[in-house]
């Protein structure tokens, strides 16, 4: 379930709760520009074992990595994390109370392109549960 909480007339959070996924995508719409200011991702991950792996990547409109950031741990089975990805944020190799944070440039994402946040490892990609939530400063065209 994506859902937009706007902030004033430009910056809102969308944001994808849906339990049950670990591999999330958001399209900016044909009408729209955005910049991505900051990523939040929360994995809670199931008991199956294996080492999960958070990335967010841009994709074109047709779909081609332009950029992928990787955070800084693997994530095992049974545990619940939060991940921060934005500009000037350290970069961490540690948890520190089960967060951790990762730089990665404000894009400018435009029509049709897409901001996909995900499990590389795809673990559990139908069971573990991850919550998204980005920070946006949306424009028209």
Do not use: C, H
Not at 58 to 68: D, F, I, T
Not at 69 to 94: C, E, I
Request: overall charge negative.
């Amino acid at each position: 379930m994506t859902q937009n909480v706007r902030i004033n007339d430009r910056i809102e959070i969308t944001e994808d709760v849906a339990l049950n996924d670990s591999d999330k995508s958001f399209t900016v719409p044909t009408d729209e520009e955005w910049d991505v200011l900051a990523v939040q991702v929360e994995l809670i991950s199931t008991a199956d074992v294996g080492n999960r792996q958070i990335a967010v990547e841009a994709q074109g409109a047709g779909s081609e990595v332009l950029g992928r950031w990787l955070a800084g741990v693997v994530q095992a089975a049974s545990v619940t994390n939060r991940y921060n990805f934005g500009p000037g944020l350290a970069d961490q190799t540690t948890l520190r109370t089960l967060e951790l944070t990762t730089p990665m440039p404000r894009l400018r994402l435009g029509p049709g392109m897409v901001l996909r946040v995900f499990d590389l490892a795809a673990i559990a990609a139908a069971a573990d549960d991850m919550e998204v939530r980005l920070l946006v400063a949306r424009r028209g065209t």
